[in-house]
C-alpha cells in the first residue's frame, strides 16, 4: 500500500513538474514572439533606444529594452536605464496635489493667491480667482509663452559638449549651467504683473472656462505644494509617491539617481543632444527606468479600483474623476485614443474610448502610459529618440500595437 501509494504521489509530482514546463514553454514562446515583432520595427533604425512594459493591477507583465542607450559606446537600453519621461511626469504632480489635501496642507479649490509670495492673476479677469483645481484640468487660462521655451532648459554641470547640438529644434534652447535660477523666480518672472517674461501669459479665456494645457501652470502646482507642506516637491514625492513604491531609480534631479544608468538622448538617430535639467522640472523632469514606472502605473491602476497604496480610495476617486465636459473645449481629439487631451481628472488625461493616462515629449524624449479600465491592462513606451514624421508616428503607435496584440496573452 505504501508503494502504491508513493507511486501515485511521483505520478503527481511528475505531472505537475510537466504541466509547469509547458507552461514555462508557453510563456517563453509569447515573449519571444512579442520581442522580436518589436525588433523588427526597432530595426528601422528610427529609435536608437527604447523600453516598454506592460502591466495590470498585480504586477509588472512584461518588460524590455532595445537598441542603444549610448549609440556610441554600444551601450543596452535595458529595463533599469533611467533618462526623464517628459509630461508622463505631469502625473505625479496629481498625485501629489492629493496626498497633500489628504494631509490638510491644501484644498483643491483653494485659490492659487492664498498660497503665493507674488500676485497671480489673469489681466483680462483680473477679480476672476485661478484655483488649484484649474491648474490641475488646465482651465486657469496660464499659458507658456516663449519664455518657456528659451529660459527653462539649462545644461548639466561638467559634461562634454564636443559635437553636442546646443538648441533644440531651433527654438529650445539649452542655457549655461551657472545662469540658471530657482522655480520660484521663474514663475514670478513669468506670472507676476510686473514679472519681466510676463508677455503672453495669460489666455483670453476667463479662469476655469476652457481646458488650454499649460506646463506653467503643472509647474505653479507644485510650487504650491511646495508653499502648502514646506518641502520642496522632489522631497514630497520622494517621500509619499517614489519610496512607498519602492521605485529606487527614479528622482527628479542628476544628484537623486546612479547617472552611470542615465541614457544619452537624441534629436534623431545621428543627432546627440547635451544632458539637460529644467526650472519647471515637474512638468516633466522625473528621472525613472521602465521597470520603476511600471510598479507606479500598477499602483494606478490599483488605485483606479479602489486598492492602491498611496492615496486613499477617497483621494483616488477625485484623481480618476473627469472633470470636464465639451463645453470646456474649443476642440476634443477624437482621432487618438491616447491623446489625453480629451478629457482630465487631476493632471491625469482620458482618451476619448476613455483609456487613462498622459503622453510626453521633450528634447530627446517620447512617452507615453495608459491603461484600460476595462480590463486594467496597461503599456508605457519610453524612448531615447525624437520623431516628427510619419514613418516615425507608424513605428511609434506601431510598437504600442504589438504590445496590445500580446497584453492578455501575458496574463497567467
Do not use: C
Given at each position: 500500500m505504501k508503494g502504491f501509494l508513493l507511486l501515485i504521489a511521483v505520478y503527481v509530482l511528475a505531472s505537475c513538474n510537466a504541466q509547469k514546463n509547458r507552461q514555462f514553454n508557453i510563456e517563453k514562446h509569447i515573449r519571444e514572439s512579442l520581442n522580436t515583432e518589436i525588433n523588427t520595427i526597432y530595426q528601422q533604425g528610427i529609435f536608437n533606444g527604447f523600453a516598454v512594459s506592460v502591466v495590470d493591477g498585480?504586477?509588472?507583465?512584461?518588460?524590455?529594452?532595445?537598441?542603444?542607450?549610448?549609440?556610441?559606446?554600444?551601450?543596452?537600453?535595458?529595463?533599469?536605464?533611467?533618462?526623464?519621461?517628459?509630461?508622463?511626469?505631469?502625473?505625479?504632480?496629481?498625485?501629489?496635489?492629493?496626498?497633500?489635501?489628504?494631509?490638510?496642507?491644501?484644498?483643491l479649490d483653494d485659490p492659487v493667491q492664498k498660497y503665493l509670495p507674488f500676485k497671480v492673476a489673469n489681466p483680462n479677469f483680473p477679480q476672476a480667482n485661478i484655483t488649484i483645481r484649474q491648474l490641475a484640468t488646465h482651465t486657469s487660462s496660464i499659458t507658456?509663452?516663449?519664455?518657456?521655451?528659451?529660459?527653462?532648459?539649462?545644461?548639466?554641470?561638467?559634461?562634454?559638449?564636443?559635437?553636442?547640438?546646443?538648441?533644440?529644434?531651433?527654438?529650445?534652447?539649452?542655457?549655461?549651467?551657472?545662469s540658471i535660477i530657482p522655480m520660484k523666480s521663474f514663475l514670478q518672472n513669468v506670472l507676476a504683473e510686473n514679472g519681466k517674461w510676463n508677455k503672453n501669459s495669460f489666455s483670453?479665456?476667463?479662469?476655469?472656462?476652457?481646458?488650454?494645457?499649460?506646463?506653467?501652470?503643472?509647474?505653479?502646482?507644485?510650487?504650491?505644494?511646495?508653499?502648502?507642506?514646506?518641502?520642496?516637491?522632489?522631497?514630497?514625492?520622494?517621500?509619499?509617491?517614489?519610496?512607498?513604491?519602492?521605485?529606487?531609480?527614479?528622482?527628479?534631479?542628476?544628484?537623486?539617481?546612479?547617472?552611470?544608468?542615465?541614457?544619452?538622448?537624441?534629436?534623431?538617430?545621428?543627432?546627440?543632444?547635451?544632458?539637460?535639467?529644467?526650472?519647471?522640472?515637474p512638468d516633466g523632469g522625473l528621472i525613472t527606468s521602465i521597470n520603476d514606472l511600471s510598479k507606479y502605473l500598477s499602483e494606478l491602476i490599483k488605485g483606479y479600483n479602489g486598492n492602491g497604496t498611496i492615496l486613499t480610495p477617497e483621494s483616488y476617486r477625485e484623481y480618476f474623476k473627469p472633470q470636464l465636459t465639451a463645453k470646456n473645449f474649443t476642440e476634443r481629439n477624437e482621432q487618438n485614443p491616447y491623446s489625453e487631451s480629451y478629457n482630465t481628472g487631476i493632471f491625469i488625461g482620458y482618451g476619448y474610448t476613455g483609456y487613462i493616462g498622459h503622453t510626453g515629449g521633450d528634447p530627446g524624449v517620447m512617452s507615453i502610459l495608459f491603461f484600460d479600465p476595462k480590463n486594467n491592462l496597461g503599456r508605457i513606451m519610453v524612448f531615447n529618440t525624437n520623431f516628427s514624421d510619419k514613418k516615425g508616428n507608424d513605428a511609434f503607435y506601431g510598437i504600442w500595437n504589438v504590445l496590445e496584440k500580446y497584453q492578455s496573452k501575458l496574463r497567467k
Open positions: 498585480e504586477s509588472t507583465l512584461y518588460q524590455q529594452g532595445f537598441g542603444h542607450s549610448d549609440v556610441k559606446s554600444k551601450k543596452q537600453y535595458t529595463d533599469h536605464t533611467i533618462q526623464n519621461i517628459a509630461s508622463v511626469s505631469k502625473t505625479f504632480v496629481g498625485i501629489a496635489l492629493l496626498k497633500a489635501q489628504e494631509l490638510g496642507k491644501l484644498h507658456d509663452n516663449e519664455f518657456y521655451l528659451s529660459k527653462n532648459y539649462y545644461l548639466k554641470q561638467d559634461q562634454k559638449l564636443d559635437g553636442v547640438k546646443l538648441n533644440f529644434d531651433d527654438e529650445q534652447i539649452f542655457n549655461p549651467s551657472d483670453s479665456h476667463q479662469p476655469g472656462s476652457m481646458y488650454e494645457y499649460s506646463n506653467v501652470g503643472t509647474t505653479l502646482a507644485a510650487f504650491i505644494i511646495e508653499q502648502a507642506t514646506g518641502k520642496s516637491f522632489s522631497d514630497f514625492t520622494k517621500e509619499y509617491i517614489l519610496k512607498p513604491l519602492q521605485m529606487n531609480d527614479s528622482g527628479w534631479k542628476f544628484e537623486d539617481i546612479n547617472f552611470s544608468k542615465f541614457s544619452r538622448l537624441y534629436e534623431n538617430p545621428e543627432t546627440v543632444l547635451p544632458y539637460y535639467h529644467s526650472i519647471t522640472y
